[in-house]
């Protein structure tokens, strides 16, 4: 399974757009990156994926640069709600990709929103 | 509509003695996921069914652990002889697989083990 790399803690002022990045440079053609985020005391929970292009959804935007090696995912307007561990995934989405099914966690980055 | 939901929430038990875990996953979901989480860890895969049958088990560390989803819904997790290095959360998720273009996964609050 392909591996990230995220730095292991973050800090971001309240308002602010926080940006966290990984490092995926053995990712394979058929695998998407996914992130994932763990509020302390919950299960993870679903931010957003994608395979090439950038995306955007209501919590956030992921950029994937074009030779897929590393992307960033941006939270335009932090709030203290966002304190938590970032988790970056690669990730095949179909039966027969190594990577298929399960999701392959990392020690994640834990980002602080502070005031 | 309710989430995923595992009981108990917590479980202390002795070295030695025999645990089941639950999931109840979210209606009509067909995957379903286990994974184990120590303290200061990221979440660590176990098994994953699709329907009825373990699509995956290769995280299973040895076995002493034995999951089942006999009806394709609601999935049991069975340590036998707990060692006190079972204690983790364990946590189960599961997705729409197929019915979903992200195939989010749908977490669980989790089952804290402890054995002393």
């Known amino acids: ?49 994608g395979l090439k292009n950038n995306e ?18 941006i939270l335009p307007h932090a709030t203290l709600r966002d304190t ?11 039966a027969g990709g190594t990577s298929y099914g399960k999701l392959t966690f990392g020690q994640g980055t834990i980002l602080t929103v502070h005031p | 509509g309710a989430g995923v939901s595992q009981t108990p ?10 645990v089941e875990l639950r999931c109840d996953p979210i209606s009509g979901h067909t995957a ?4 184990r989480q120590s303290l200061g860890q990221g979440p660590e895969f ?13 995280g299973l560390p040895n076995d002493r652990f034995f999951a089942v989803r006999p009806e394709g819904s609601v999935s049991t997790l069975k340590i036998q002889r707990t060692e006190r290095g079972d204690s983790a959360v364990y ?12 195939d989010e996964q749908f977490f ?8 002393l």
């Open chain 1, 84 to 94: 938590a561990v970032y988790y970056c995934i690669v990730r095949a989405t179909y």
């Open chain 2, 91 to 102: 946590l189960c998720a599961s997705s729409p697989q197929g019915q979903s273009s992200s």
């Open chain 2, 108 to 115: 669980g609050p989790g089952t804290r083990l402890t054995v």
């Open chain 2, 32 to 35: 379903l996921y286990w994974y």
């Open chain 2, 9 to 18: 929430s917590n479980k202390v038990t002795e070295k030695g003695k025999y």
């Open chain 1, 56 to 73: 955007t959804n209501e919590m956030a935007s992921l950029i994937i640069t074009e030779d897929r090696k590393s992307s960033t995912l």
């Open chain 1, 1 to 49: 399974d392909a591996k990230t790399t995220q730095p292991p803690s973050m800090d971001c002022a309240e308002g602010r757009a926080a940006n966290l990045p990984c490092n995926h440079s053995t990712i394979s053609g058929n695998e998407y990156v996914y992130w994932y985020r763990q509020i302390h005391s919950q299960g993870p929970q679903y931010i957003i994926h």
């Open chain 2, 46 to 58: 176990l098994i994953y069914f699709q329907g009825t049958g373990a699509a995956d088990d290769s």
